[in-house]
């Protein structure tokens, strides 16, 4: 019984458990029957312990493997990463680099903590150098330091200004500025902002100015000469047309015939010169007269351009165009432009009866506005001709004309950068067409 207990012992409890009743109990005590059912509990815990044991081992085991797995990946995203970053720093670094604007940051007293190269390269002075150094100490004049001192003290959003620096090589540059304050924790702590070189822009406004000023001298110049010219010449002119009348009184019972014909000849040809003079006069102001702009409505000004002509032969108007469109436009220069047309659609006119078409269209962007007449129509190689100053496409003997109405309206549109053409059947009349901007381009005052 006691060599099969034994035999019992050796073979089926857990190895340490048999270690220990080897080493702790008595042969005799291991051998007891009461013990028996004590050791096979103890047994079951050790195999179940065993068990367990294995099991976290393996979960260990599997769990070491998956955070290797995870660590080597985290090892491989964060090089890369890195690789990344640094990349994106020495890209950032070449931006910065090729920036033609300089990049500056300055603290709260106004020293420079922060410059591009751009720096060096529009001002000559060293990056290096220039750190730490305060920012108005590169500006020579008076006038600059103010400047950027208003800056520096204004705290608003932003602040621009222009300014004169003479560089590193003693050349004159224009810098514009812009600045605007940053915080930390809600403290004042510096300025960041944008130097640019503007020295071609201040020198092309420099040579506008003067450009511009010149300009305005010899318009106003011109003016005074038209005048003193157009006085000079009228004098003369009314004197001779003065001394034949004289002469055709004193002989008048004199005159018959083809001499009396010659005087009335000879005081025509001093009006039309009187008329060339004030057409020159007229052209030479045409675009440069400071007129105004005001809100009127098309058909009103149509309506007293028509009662403003008269004409020995039946003259009737046609006006086509919505009543209520508004334009707001330099009045006087528009009237001018039609005045002329409706001059010439009489003045022209071959038939028993004159009958004037005047109308207008909104295009949106432009007015279109027209003219038309039932003459005797323009041929379309004159078509171009007709616009050019002195040009008539009659004898003056037989239709008194200066040539300068059609030179006048196209130098009028030509200064609106507005277009005029001509619709035109031989024998049955011709219309203009041309068109009229909404925002007229030129600096004009407003009439409110």
């Not at 458990?17 to 005799?28: A, G, T």
């Not at 990056?127 to 730490?132: C, E, M, Q, R």
């Not at 400071?290 to 020995?312: A, G, P, Q, R």
């Amino acid at each position: 019984m006691s060599m099969q207990t034994l035999e019992l012992t050796e073979t089926n409890y857990h190895r340490l458990l048999k270690r220990q009743i080897r080493k702790s109990l008595p042969p005799e005590l291991a051998e007891h029957p009461d013990i028996q059912e004590f050791l096979l509990t103890v047994n079951q815990a050790y195999t179940e312990y065993q068990d367990d044991l294995a099991r976290m081992e393996l979960i260990l085991e599997q769990s070491s493997g998956e955070l290797f797995k995870a660590n080597r990946e985290l090892s491989r995203i964060a090089q890369e990463k890195t690789e990344e970053a640094a990349l994106t720093s020495k890209r950032l670094e070449e931006v910065v680099g090729s920036i033609s604007e300089v990049l500056v940051q300055l603290d709260r007293e106004g020293n420079f903590t922060y410059l591009n190269p751009a720096w060096e390269s529009i001002t000559g002075y060293p990056v290096s150098a220039s750190l730490g150094q305060s920012f108005t100490g590169f500006f020579a004049t008076l006038e600059s330091r103010e400047k950027l001192v208003e800056i520096l003290t204004v705290e608003t959003d932003t602040n621009e200004e222009t300014v004169r620096l003479i560089t590193a090589d003693g050349q004159e540059k224009w810098l514009g500025i812009s600045l605007s304050p940053y915080y930390a924790n809600d403290d004042h702590i510096g300025f960041t902002g944008t130097l640019a070189d503007v020295t071609a822009r201040v020198t092309a406004e420099t040579k506008l100015q003067s450009y511009t000023r010149d300009l305005e001298r010899i318009n106003a110049e011109l003016d005074q000469f038209a005048y003193v010219v157009s006085h000079d010449l009228k004098a003369p002119l009314r004197a001779i047309n003065n001394l034949s009348e004289w002469i055709e009184e004193d002989i008048g019972d004199m005159l018959e015939g083809e001499t009396k014909d010659q005087f009335r000849l000879l005081r025509g040809r001093v009006h039309r010169m009187e008329n060339l003079i004030n057409g020159i006069l007229s052209y030479s102001r045409a675009g440069r007269m400071k007129t105004v702009k005001e809100k009127f409505l098309i058909k009103n000004l149509v309506d007293e351009l028509c009662e403003s002509f008269s004409t020995k032969k039946p003259l009737t108007f046609q006006i086509e165009g919505n009543a209520g469109t508004e334009i707001e436009a330099e009045k006087i220069a528009l009237t001018q432009i039609l005045q002329n047309l409706i001059s010439n659609g009489i003045k022209y006119n071959d038939k028993a009866e004159i009958d004037i078409t005047i109308g207008w269209k909104d295009l949106g962007t432009q007015f279109e506005f027209y003219v038309g007449d039932n003459g005797p129509g323009i041929s379309p190689e004159f078509h171009e001709r007709i616009f050019i100053i002195f040009q008539t496409l009659q004898a003056r003997d037989e239709v008194e004309s200066t040539g300068v109405g059609l030179a006048i309206v196209k130098k009028i549109l030509d200064e609106k950068h507005s277009t005029i053409r001509i619709d035109s059947v031989m024998g049955e009349g011709a219309k203009f067409f041309f068109t009229w901007p909404k925002n007229e381009g030129k600096d004009i005052e407003h009439v409110k």
